[in-house]
């Protein structure tokens, strides 16, 4: 069993060095069935620790990955209800956009085909290891190996220079969030002499309350740059210059999610620090109103889809603020259906109109893309809530939670779900709806995309619609509340003191605010008009002016900073000197070689010479 449990990662990691190695000779069919395949064996290892119940307290050891005097650090695995759900989502989830990606990437040439399968397998390995490990530093090699793939995948297309801004600016602030998270790791080492997790906990009593404090709010951090809170969100958005798979793999069932996975995971420590949880609460609320209020005004069917997960993200950061580990944990399960579902759907579109992204230059493709339509309606009603899809009973458990904890947050949180409703079929009807708005050479182009593309769409779509049903409340059925049973040994689901009467008119509340917002957005959106922009909507469009405020108060002096010590620092100083150096050893060298003339006369001088100053030297020194 222990060489099993390791094959779950070890199996992408090996699709990675095929599919790398062999990406100028092996075939597109041959990249893409051992570039899927890897995952789905490990997805069906996975599946078969999930029903064999093979869960053990103990971490599981490979060997020790160093031993530096009283510090040892295994190379771990720790397998229990915690880590065999996200092995299912990132592998299941996973294997089907790889599948997806058979289709919408078979024109790429044989080399850049294998070249994105090889990330794409290397992306799942580094996310399967942060989750897998039974230790901060374990996590930590995982989460800096989402990092890179995230990069490498995000500016796939290297030639276009905007797409390199766009995986750099991603790569450099998760580095301020991985700064963080290893300062967090360095103070829980300096202060418990450990990074094992059940070492950690068990001694959590030895940790001040400053040291709490600081160690959460530190990990906190870490966890804002990866999973895109307020003040470290700008990068996500952009991160939609790779290909759409990409988008929804680090939408969906990588990346993103390690943030929510890792405060889980140190739910020990974060209760003990109630302060953080209180700032985690304040930041997810904000970042996901924030982020809906600028969804609203998107036009690029990709950075709609974009600014929602940030939003929905910040809803799983207000569940943890709360105390609900498990709603948020139950919310990353159903997001990961939904969002992939809908960006695979939003892939299928921009397939079908031959790389159009802008929803203003569609229309009237529910027609042409049958399932395409479909499965995108069911991505949309599970985002917005809707009974009894799978987003109702996760996002109505956040809210519920929510309410519990502050009444405020809670109107911020309701106020977002009426926005995400209204964004979401914004996009929906202005997509599927209308006249078609594109060119003629579209209009002919358009088509529904192959079985590849379509077949893991219904499958998200089937997804969506159950998924939720393992979370369902005792309010529903009498035995619900199964997830919350099967994480209770490793993440706690807080305690809920909220009427029955009382959770009825919340949901009843929630639903309205829903389906009215739905309305709206159908009489408006179902015919194509222009929107006019006024001073507040600008502001959406803009997207606050976020990035152009970063841009002033970072950018611009950094780069100018930077021109000062090219100038002054690197050119006039390190540059001189080592300059100065070579030119005076060049010019001694140009003048000793007079000394080599040739002529014996001239050596016989020199000689005469050195040995007079010798002897007078001699003599002085005797004296």
């Known amino acids: 069993m222990k060489n099993l449990i390791l094959l779950i990662p070890l199996l992408p990691l090996i699709g990675f060095l095929i599919t790398g190695l062999g990406r100028k000779f092996l075939p597109k069919r041959v990249t893409g069935i051992i570039g899927s395949g890897t995952v789905l064996a490990s997805f069906i290892i996975s599946l078969y620790i999930f029903f064999q119940e093979i869960y053990s307290a103990t971490a599981i050891h490979y060997f020790d990955f160093f031993n530096v005097g009283t510090l040892r650090v295994p190379f771990s695995f720790l397998i229990d209800e915690l880590t065999t759900l996200f092995l299912l989502i990132i592998t299941g989830v996973g294997f089907l956009i790889h599948l997806y990606s058979i289709g919408y990437m078979y024109e790429e040439k044989r080399e850049h085909f294998g070249r994105y399968f090889s990330f794409l397998n290397l992306f799942v390995f580094s996310m399967l290891l942060l989750v897998m490990g039974s230790n901060f530093v374990i996590m930590f090699i995982g989460w800096e190996g989402v990092g890179l793939c995230s990069y490498l995948l995000i500016g796939y297309w290297f030639k276009n220079i905007d797409f390199t801004k766009a995986a750099k600016k991603a790569f450099v602030m998760n580095r301020?969030?991985?700064?963080?998270?290893?300062?967090?790791?360095?103070?829980?080492?300096?202060?418990?002499?450990?990074?094992?997790?059940?070492?950690?906990?068990?001694?959590?009593?030895?940790?001040?309350?400053?040291?709490?404090?600081?160690?959460?709010?530190?990990?906190?951090?870490?966890?804002?740059?990866?999973?895109?809170?307020?003040?470290?969100?700008?990068?996500?958005?952009?991160?939609?210059?790779?290909?759409?798979?990409?988008?929804?793999?680090?939408?969906?069932?990588?990346?993103?999610?390690?943030?929510?996975?890792?405060?889980?995971?140190?739910?020990?420590?974060?209760?003990?620090?109630?302060?953080?949880?209180?700032?985690?609460?304040?930041?997810?609320?904000?970042?996901?109103?924030?982020?809906?209020?600028?969804?609203?005004?998107?036009?690029?069917?990709?950075?709609?889809?974009?600014?929602?997960?940030?939003?929905?993200?910040?809803?799983?950061?207000?569940?943890?603020?709360?105390?609900?580990?498990?709603?948020?944990?139950?919310?990353?399960?159903?997001?990961?259906?939904?969002?992939?579902?809908?960006?695979?759907?939003?892939?299928?579109?921009?397939?079908?109109?031959?790389?159009?992204?802008?929803?203003?230059?569609?229309?009237?493709?529910?027609?042409?893309?049958?399932?395409?339509?479909?499965?995108?309606?069911?991505?949309?009603?599970?985002?917005?809530?809707?009974?009894?899809?799978?987003?109702?009973?996760?996002?109505?458990?956040?809210?519920?939670?929510?309410?519990?904890?502050?009444?405020?947050?809670?109107?911020?949180?309701?106020?977002?779900?009426?926005?995400?409703?209204?964004?979401?079929?914004?996009?929906?009807?202005?997509?599927?709806?209308?006249?078609?708005?594109?060119?003629?050479?579209?209009?002919?182009?358009?088509?529904?995309?192959?079985?590849?593309?379509?077949?893991?769409?219904?499958?998200?779509?089937?997804?969506?619609?159950?998924?939720?049903?393992?979370?369902?409340?005792?309010?529903?059925?009498?035995?619900?509340?199964?997830?919350?049973a099967f994480l209770a040994p490793a993440v706690p689901a807080g305690e809920l003191h909220v009427e029955h009467s009382t959770e009825w008119l919340l949901i009843a509340l929630t639903t309205i605010i829903s389906l009215v917002a739905i309305l709206i957005a159908w009489r408006r959106y179902r015919t194509y008009k222009d929107e006019r922009s006024n001073a507040i909507t600008r502001i959406f469009e803009n997207r606050w002016y976020v990035d152009e405020l970063y841009n002033s108060i970072f950018v611009k002096p950094v780069n100018k900073l930077g021109k000062v010590a090219n100038i002054y620092f690197e050119r006039n100083g390190i540059d001189a000197i080592v300059n100065g150096i070579g030119r005076l050893v060049h010019y001694g060298g140009r003048q000793l070689r007079w000394l080599q003339s040739g002529q014996i006369g001239s050596y016989v001088l020199l000689m005469v010479i050195s040995m007079f100053l010798f002897f007078v030297l001699q003599f002085f020194l005797r004296k």
């Open 176 to 484: 301020i969030g991985d700064l963080g998270f290893l300062l967090a790791v360095f103070w829980i080492i300096a202060k418990l002499g450990t990074a094992e997790y059940a070492e950690v906990f068990i001694n959590v009593g030895n940790l001040t309350p400053g040291d709490l404090i600081g160690i959460t709010l530190l990990l906190f951090l870490g966890a804002t740059g990866k999973s895109a809170q307020i003040p470290l969100y700008t990068w996500l958005p952009d991160a939609m210059a790779g290909p759409t798979p990409v988008s929804a793999l680090i939408h969906a069932a990588t990346m993103v999610t390690a943030g929510i996975y890792m405060i889980a995971r140190s739910h020990v420590l974060f209760s003990a620090a109630p302060l953080t949880l209180g700032i985690i609460a304040v930041i997810g609320a904000a970042t996901a109103l924030l982020a809906a209020t600028i969804a609203v005004r998107q036009n690029d069917i990709k950075k709609v889809l974009a600014y929602s997960t940030v939003s929905q993200l910040g809803f799983m950061f207000l569940a943890i603020g709360s105390g609900a580990y498990v709603a948020a944990v139950f919310h990353v399960m159903t997001h990961a259906f939904f969002k992939a579902l809908l960006f695979l759907g939003a892939g299928s579109v921009i397939h079908a109109m031959s790389g159009q992204q802008d929803i203003r230059l569609m229309g009237g493709l529910k027609r042409k893309l049958p399932i395409t339509y479909w499965t995108f309606l069911i991505g949309c009603l599970a985002i917005a809530g809707i009974a009894p899809l799978s987003g109702f009973f996760s996002k109505d458990a956040i809210l519920l939670n929510a309410f519990q904890k502050d009444i405020f947050l809670y109107v911020v949180a309701l106020l977002t779900a009426g926005l995400t409703a209204f964004y979401m079929f914004r996009l929906f009807y202005t997509t599927f709806y209308g006249s078609f708005r594109g060119t003629e050479e579209q209009r002919l182009h358009v088509h529904e995309s192959p079985p590849t593309m379509t077949i893991p769409l219904i499958v998200l779509a089937v997804l969506s619609v159950v998924g939720g049903f393992v979370g369902i409340p005792e309010l529903f059925v009498e035995g619900g509340e199964r997830l919350t």
